[in-house]
């Protein structure tokens, strides 16, 4: 059956998620706060933190660009990043944000540069990852 | 009638700057039959509470606009606050004295939350009066820890009513100067 082959789909979609460490923990949180009463409540939270996240990305890019640079605002906006990041269970994007913050704090214009670039990437490569488990997600529960 | 017996809904003032965490922690609070308010600032939060940041007390609040909790009691409204450390203007720590500092709003417990394992923070603030402190991202088993710090306010405050069918809302349960509701014949003082 169409629903079974969704649905075993989803479950090995998701446990690659989790093996791989692109999600922690967090995220199985969010999934037991959806329920019937907040359907959507993953798929919001994660569209949340993609409009968020953008806009920071585009706010770090420009002090990136500044100079001087001014390491207090990077620290501020990773900060944010982080927080929204490991709220979502977001692992290997949270990890990134951490070895940010280390180069910022050591005042490390180079090492931020090349640290942002793996942000930007584990930011994008997750987005891509949960567009398509999410979508999948609800196919399968379309199918009834 | 319907509502017999329910437990008082309790209010939960959260406080962060941060969107997806304020959805989250609204999300965690309601699932939890909490009723919840979500402000972005500690002035926002001390706005709804009818401070206006100068620790003014606001005994009957007669003259704010009545749109914050402090309407029915000063001290229904809201049942405990739980903030974010980290943001900018006011700290969840600024906050937490604000509210310590109020002769209203003194007894309502307070928890921080914050994405940083800094015992000094952690010492400071509960030295300072904070219930429990929580490390971010929070989850549900800490949202449960904030129960018995909720029902601590209700007992001291009326231990009558949390054991007598309520008719009416939770509203009018803890205001000693409005109409007193009557529960089976009982008046409650």
């Known amino acids: 059956m169409d629903r079974n082959r969704l649905h075993n789909q989803v479950a090995s979609m998701r446990r690659s998620l989790f093996d791989q460490g692109y999600l922690d923990d967090q995220f199985i949180q969010l999934e037991e706060l959806q329920d019937d009463t907040n359907p959507n409540f993953v798929q919001e939270v994660v569209t949340l933190f993609y409009n968020d996240s953008t806009r920071l990305i585009q706010n770090i890019e420009q002090a990136l660009n500044s100079r001087p640079i001014d390491f207090c605002k990077l620290d501020d906006y990773m900060h944010q990043f982080k927080g929204s990041s490991s709220s979502i269970g977001a692992k290997k994007v949270t990890n990134e944000c951490t070895a940010f913050r280390e180069y910022c704090n050591a005042e490390n214009a180079e090492g931020c540069i090349r640290s942002f670039q793996q942000v930007k990437q584990e930011h994008a490569i997750l987005k891509r990852k949960l567009e398509v488990y999410l979508q999948t997600v609800r196919q399968a529960s379309q199918t009834a | ?189």
Not at chain 2, 27 to 40: C, G, H, M, N, P
Not at chain 2, 128 to 152: I, T, W, Y
């Open chain 2, 1 to 189: 009638m319907g509502n017999m017996a329910t437990q008082t809904e309790f209010h939960v003032l959260a406080v962060d700057d941060s969107l997806i965490d304020r959805k989250l922690i609204e999300r965690l609070l309601k699932t939890s039959s909490y009723q919840v308010t979500a402000v972005d600032s500690g002035s926002k939060a001390l706005e709804f509470l009818g401070l206006n940041g100068e620790n003014e007390d606001e005994e009957r609040n007669s003259s704010v606009e009545s749109v914050s909790a402090a309407d029915e009691d000063h001290q229904v409204g809201v049942n405990l606050i739980i903030t974010d450390y980290c943001m900018p203007g006011m700290t969840g720590y600024d906050l937490l004295r604000k509210i310590k500092q109020s002769s209203s709003f003194k007894d309502i417990p307070v928890v921080i939350m914050s994405s940083e394992n800094i015992p000094s923070r952690i010492n400071r603030c509960l030295e300072d009066g904070a219930e429990e402190f929580f490390l971010k991202p929070v989850k549900l088993s800490d949202v449960n820890k904030l129960r018995p710090h909720l029902m601590k306010g209700i007992t001291t405050k009326n231990e009558m009513q949390s054991n007598t069918n309520k008719r009416k809302g939770s509203e009018e349960i803890q205001s000693p100067d409005r109409t007193r509701p009557r529960y089976n014949e009982l008046e409650v003082v």
